[in-house]
């Protein structure tokens, strides 16, 4: 198992929108990725910021026909979340 030191930052988010979301930063404790098009299930549209004390990271990646998906962890350098079929998605997904 990955420890969090390991885990990929999030390293730029543009869904203005996330609760998690700062100047562009990700501040959830861990997202998760997964769905039918490597959306991030962390993404919450709320009325307040959380988190502010920590940059995000993936926990889970639940794309294994992601490239960078390893037994369910993501072995990218960094990743960034955006909008591509949805309005918060892993921008780095790559298909195997």
Do not use: W
């Not at 004390?53 to 926990?59: A, P, Y």
């Not at 037994?71 to 949805?86: F, H, I, R, W």
């Amino acid at each position: 198992m990955t420890s969090t030191q390991e885990m990929p930052q999030v390293q730029d988010c543009s869904v203005s929108e996330c609760g998690y979301n700062a100047d562009s930063g990700c501040h959830a404790g861990a997202i998760t990725i997964g769905g039918d098009h490597a959306h991030c299930g962390t993404f919450v549209e709320i009325s307040f910021r959380a988190g502010m004390e920590r940059t995000g990271v993936v926990g889970a990646c639940h794309r294994t026909d992601c490239r960078h998906n390893e037994k369910l962890e993501c072995t990218a350098a960094a990743v960034q979340v955006g909008s591509a079929a949805d309005k918060a998605d892993c921008l780095t997904y790559a298909a195997r």
